[in-house]
């Protein structure tokens, strides 16, 4: 990968921001600092703007994260929130809507299925897979068949579902018995599951946060991308950054950040720079945007 002329050195990345623990990470965050309105700032939701909670219904964005997203967002090219959630929910939960300042901000739902932006304040989705349905009707039913079933619960996603193990007697246990009959119940009906932090969502095939994230890239024509994750889920995004970064003759700097968590290791492993939840991802956040 070649190196941006105008980008700083490495060595001289402000001493306020942790330093990445990789060469591709320290030339990402220098790149992002040169030209930061060439710059995509991607994150996930839960779990990296918002702190995972027993309950999806009540997860919401840090309360330190809107203002440091408002910080930010005027001088970066754009900031994605991608997630695996409804567009409109993350909107909700992460209080983005009639924000002023936040104009360079959108929200890819649904792995990026839906779409919307600040500006227009919609969002944009298309008609929901038909094996969703199917796959809503039998859910319950396939539970009922384990004794695992207690204590799990069912988020509905609109064009996804979602099932939850975190308040189960034994979390692991049920995660690990539902994985096999939850593959084979989406597989009946065109879909594939997702797993996650004790949760297996039922999706439909041919889009990820890699493929979102890619996407999105190329329409910003972007020098450089960060994005933070701390999910399973995510591992397709830290995919398709060190795709990017061996695109074309230099290729597009590429910062991994993982919202660190003991529950994915494979994440913190392949990340460029590990922060201390939604907490250091803000702290982060906010300081990146008074260097910029």
């Known amino acids: 990968m070649g190196s941006n002329p105008h980008a700083p050195a490495p060595s001289e990345i402000p001493s306020e921001l942790p330093t990445p623990a990789t060469p591709p990470g320290r030339e990402a965050l220098a790149a992002i600092l040169a030209r930061p309105d060439r710059a995509v700032v991607a994150l996930d939701f839960d779990g990296t703007l918002a702190d995972i909670v027993p309950d999806p219904d009540q997860a919401r964005a840090h ?13 970066v090219a754009s900031i994605a929130v991608i997630t695996g959630r409804p567009a409109g929910v993350a909107v909700r939960y992460g209080g983005f809507a009639g924000v002023r300042g936040l104009d360079h901000l959108v929200v890819l739902g649904h792995y990026g299925a839906e779409r919307w932006d600040a500006v227009s304040g919609t969002v944009h ?8 349905a199917a796959v809503r009707a039998e859910l319950p039913g396939v539970l009922d068949r384990f004794d695992s079933w207690h204590g799990t619960w069912i988020e509905e ?33 065109g879909l594939i599951v997702e797993p996650g932090r004790l ?12 493929v979102a994230l890619a996407q999105y890239v190329r329409e910003m024509d972007a020098e450089s991308v960060l994005y933070a994750g701390d999910d399973l889920g995510d591992l397709a995004a830290y995919a398709a950054v060190e795709k990017l970064r061996t695109e074309g003759p ?10 660190g968590s003991a529950e994915v290791p494979d994440l913190a492993e392949r990340a460029d720079l590990l922060l201390n939840g939604p907490e250091g991802v803000v702290e982060f956040l906010s300081v990146l945007a008074r260097h910029l």
């Open 63 to 75: 309360p330190g994260a809107v203002d440091a997203l408002v910080a930010l967002a005027p001088k």
């Open 125 to 132: 989705a298309p008609a929901p897979h038909p094996g969703v």
């Open 250 to 259: 230099d290729g597009i700097p590429g910062l991994l950040v993982c919202s």
């Open 157 to 189: 996603k609109g064009q996804a579902l979602a099932v939850h193990t975190r308040r189960a007697a034994d979390p692991s246990a049920a995660f690990e018995a539902l994985r096999e009959p939850l593959g084979e119940l989406a597989a009946r009906h």
């Open 199 to 210: 949760v297996l969502e039922l999706r439909p095939l041919g889009m990820d946060k890699g």
